[in-house]
């Protein structure tokens, strides 16, 4: 929602892209796989830079996923499965037949949204959504 960055179609982050700490974010059930995804990837990411003996303590510090933005992720998903676990099953169903209609016309149509990417990708290029 950050203005700039919309305007940009999700090209112009003005903070890094650290989503799961901004008040710009905005995500929903549709963008479940999307979560899981990224969490998988940041705890493959910091288990590659912690291990590695290519950086200094401090790049290595600083290139390595965050405990906190890892932890943040996992809040969020739960904070979703959750939400989709309190409604009704007719509710539930609902939801899910939205998320893949919704989904499927992304994977066509560019709703501009921005998008959680790789964290390695996010710290080798600003400027990807
Ligand atoms: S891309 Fe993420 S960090 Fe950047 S403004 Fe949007 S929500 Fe905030």
């Given at each position: 929602m950050e203005p700039s960055n919309v305007k940009a179609g999700g090209h112009a982050c003005p903070f890094r892209f650290r989503c799961l700490g901004c008040g710009h974010f905005r995500t929903d059930a549709s963008y479940l796989p999307e979560l899981k995804d990224y969490l998988a990837t940041l705890l493959r990411d910091r288990e590659r830079v912690l291990a590695?003996?290519?950086?200094d303590s401090w790049a290595r510090a600083e290139a390595a996923p965050s405990e906190t933005e890892i932890g943040k992720l996992r809040q969020l998903i739960h904070r979703v499965e959750d939400s989709m676990d309190e409604l009704t099953d007719e509710d539930r169903e609902q939801i899910k037949e939205a998320a893949t209609a919704l989904r499927r016309t992304r994977q066509v149509v560019d709703l501009g949204m921005p998008v959680i990417g790789s964290f390695v990708d996010q710290t080798r290029n600003e400027h990807r959504p």
């Open positions: 590695t003996g290519e950086l």
